[in-house]
């Protein structure tokens, strides 16, 4: 059975930090590119981070990167999203996304509010 389950979302203040997990089981994980998402109510949904399988390729959008950093552990099959100086406008619901067999998580809200 396929699952992708992502933690580590909640409220933090403008400025702060977040870090989301997200733990991979019934495929083989190392073999997945996998990717984050976000989609705010009303709007699309947007890609926030790539990572290749090995890890050694990431792709951040301008949207944010500085802020944003995707990396991952094949060992304990997860892959992680750190978000730095949040700001309001990342609150939504943060996906994980196996790329290469297109399975998704159920997803973890962010909200950034003072």
């Known amino acids: 059975q396929v699952q992708l389950v992502e933690s580590g979302g909640g409220l933090v203040q403008p400025g702060g930090s977040l870090r989301l997990s997200c733990a991979a089981s019934?495929?083989?994980?190392?073999?997945?590119?996998m990717s984050w998402y976000r989609q705010a109510p009303g709007k699309a949904r947007e890609l926030v981070a790539f990572?290749?399988?090995?890890?050694?390729?990431?792709d951040i959008p301008e949207s944010v990167k500085g802020r944003f950093t995707i990396s991952r552990d094949n060992a304990k099959r997860t892959v992680y999203l750190q978000m730095n100086r949040l700001k309001p406008e990342d609150t939504a619901p943060y996906f994980c996304k196996s790329e290469t067999y297109a399975y998704w998580g159920q997803g973890t809200q962010v909200t950034v509010s003072s």
């Open positions: 019934g495929f083989t994980f190392s073999n997945s590119a």
């Open positions: 990572i290749s399988s090995s890890g050694v390729y990431t």
